[in-house]
């Protein structure tokens, strides 16, 4: 263990200090793009656990979901458990390691894949390089790289580790699934276009096996710009304009809605219909614990509308 540890780390710091040389190995390589075996746990009808709802050290010891919510998940009919498995607000690479190797086990003996995902501050490339990298140790069938943080101010400099970590990571796992899961381009694009202008969207593609966009209907529904509270107008868009900027007409995309909390049959079955529409690869909600349980029933349909 301590080794393994060891060496995720030792190749951070070479992928730290070779982005800051300008030197990253692959950066002049051209990949041949998503490869459709990897992509598999991508698709179908997925669910999400943050920290917060799985972790002992992040609820004092008193996570509200465990192995019996696997089971629950995998009971109605969710194909992935998407987890995530650090925090830039705890410096542990792996959070609960020995808890969270029990729920991936837990998953897989109930034919569920698990894909771990972490949020990158993108502030230090050795530090992001090192938690997205050590999930992999924990058995994972993926890495999901949440692209959000605005932590790093300057765009240029966050764009530039964005690809110098998913080059490395890509190098050093070359045949673990890796999906992006960015902000939708609705708002990027339209919306709040200072959020992360000239996003890197086919280069980051050439690295990726698929793209999971957080198209949060309910908080247009809240906020700002209500008429894109639809969850069909506000999904299916963000799956075509997805396609469109990254110039891959089928790229492989699997969309998040929601939230949970608040969300009703209707909304789900509305997000089903754009994800068949939009030949998008599954869909899921973010998250489980906030997901009333008759919204489940109608995502199945995602599960058998997948594209093969």
């Known amino acids: 263990m301590l080794r393994r540890r060891a060496i995720v780390l030792f190749a951070a710091f070479v992928a730290a200090s070779l982005a800051l040389a300008g030197c990253l190995p692959g950066a002049g390589r051209t990949f041949n793009g998503p490869d459709p075996v ?10 999400w656990w943050d920290v917060w709802d799985w972790s002992p050290t992040f609820t004092n010891g008193s996570p509200a979901l465990g192995l019996t919510s696997v089971d629950r998940l995998a009971n109605s009919g969710v194909q992935t458990l998407y987890i995530q498995t650090a925090s830039y607000r705890n410096p542990a690479n792996v959070l609960d390691e020995a808890l969270l190797r029990r729920i991936v086990n837990r998953a897989h003996s109930r034919g569920m894949k698990v894909v771990g995902w972490y949020l990158p501050q993108f502030l230090d490339t050795k530090t992001d390089i090192a938690r997205l990298s050590a999930m992999v140790g924990v058995g994972v069938d993926g890495i999901g790289i949440d692209i959000e943080s605005t932590d790093n101010p300057n765009v240029a400099d ?12 890509r190098l050093l796992h070359p045949d673990v699934p890796m999906a992006a899961i960015p902000v939708t381009p609705v708002i990027w694009e339209e919306l709040n276009r200072s959020w992360w202008p000239n996003f890197p969207y086919r280069e980051l593609a050439k690295y990726v096996d698929a793209w999971m966009p957080m198209a949060y209907w309910s908080y247009r529904r809240a906020g700002s710009f209500p008429e894109w509270g639809d969850p ?59 997901t009333p349980p008759d919204v489940y029933p109608v995502l199945g349909y995602l599960r058998r509308a997948q594209v093969k």
């Not at 990897?38 to 669910?47: E, H, M, N, T």
């Not at 049959?265 to 754009?274: E, I, K, S, T, Y």
């Open 38 to 47: 990897r992509g598999i746990p991508f698709k179908g009808l997925g669910a």
């Open 158 to 169: 966050r764009t530039d580790k964005l690809l110098a970590e998913v080059r490395f990571l």
């Open 232 to 290: 069909y107008r506000y999904t299916y868009e963000s799956v075509v304009r997805l396609r469109i900027l990254t110039g891959r007409p089928n790229l492989p995309v699997h969309p998040i809605g929601g939230e949970g909390a608040g969300m009703t049959p209707n909304d789900a079955a509305l997000m089903a219909r754009a994800v068949a529409d939009s030949r998008s690869i599954g869909g899921s909600v973010y998250d489980d614990r906030t």
